[in-house]
């Protein structure tokens, strides 16, 4: 396991962890039925607004572990984009209109602030993409409201580090959370460990819009799950 932050958030290991095919698929088949796979290529240049400092450590412990787990990395700075994850914590949605240059950086920001205002959202993502369909930059999104200021700072973080290691569907965690319980201690699901893992292997490909990819997905999920 990969320590994140305190005693109560872990990154299991994947030992035992298997998912059927067809659920693998439902990760990443979108609403409108197409199927989308899309992992980072180049490395994550992590960015955090809106929290104290001494939260800082907590946040970016969760999101480097979850790279390290995927055999992925992280760098001080972006030679196109500068940073390429930008986390915005904020108290109202109204907030993220005054933060300079966001509104270029995401133009549809006005129209954004109010679809998210009228549906009462706390949090939303939006990925940009490279050429190939690689993800090449994420806006992670979260208004702090009773929902969201009651999970542990470091609980939060690995959601929200999950949720935008990969292009998962619009759909995937409807069903239940990327997290679990062990105890006193919150990990991040074996399966969905596996998963990540699987997704950055070498040999797998950094963007699928076949349903076969999640059979080879589900393979290397399966091989790395078995006991040695």
């Known amino acids: 396991m990969l320590w994140v932050g305190g005693s109560r958030v872990w990154l299991a290991g994947i030992e035992g962890a298997g998912m059927e095919p067809g659920a693998v698929e439902a990760l990443f088949t979108r609403g409108d039925g197409s199927y989308l796979f899309a992992r980072w290529d180049r490395p994550i240049v992590l960015v955090v607004f809106g929290v104290a400092e001494e939260s800082l450590p907590v946040i970016k412990g969760a999101f480097e572990a979850v790279v390290a787990l995927a055999g992925h990395k992280m760098a001080d700075t972006d030679p196109e984009l500068g940073a390429n994850l930008m986390v915005f914590f904020v108290r109202d949605w109204d907030e993220l209109l005054a933060v300079p240059d966001l509104d270029r950086l995401v133009p549809e920001l006005a129209g954004l602030v109010g679809?998210?205002?009228?549906?009462?959202?706390?949090?939303?993502?939006?990925?940009?993409?490279?050429?190939?369909?690689?993800?090449?930059?994420?806006?992670?999104?979260?208004?702090?409201?009773?929902?969201?200021?009651?999970?542990?700072?470091?609980?939060?973080?690995?959601?929200?580090?999950?949720?935008?290691?990969?292009?998962?569907?619009?759909?995937?965690?409807?069903?239940?959370?990327?997290?679990?319980?062990?105890?006193?201690?919150?990990?991040?699901?074996?399966?969905?460990?596996?998963?990540?893992?699987?997704?950055?292997?070498?040999?797998?490909?950094?963007?699928?819009?076949?349903?076969?990819?999640?059979?080879?997905?589900?393979?290397?999920?399966?091989v790395a799950g078995r006991p040695s």
């Open 115 to 222: 679809r998210l205002q009228g549906a009462g959202a706390n949090q939303y993502r939006i990925f940009r993409f490279e050429a190939s369909g690689a993800i090449k930059a994420a806006f992670v999104f979260l208004r702090m409201d009773a929902a969201l200021a009651e999970m542990p700072a470091e609980t939060l973080a690995l959601a929200q580090a999950v949720q935008t290691i990969l292009l998962w569907s619009d759909r995937a965690f409807d069903g239940g959370s990327p997290l679990a319980r062990a105890g006193e201690a919150v990990i991040l699901r074996p399966d969905i460990a596996g998963v990540i893992r699987a997704g950055y292997d070498r040999v797998m490909p950094a963007v699928a819009h076949e349903p076969s990819h999640a059979l080879r997905l589900a393979a290397r999920v399966a």
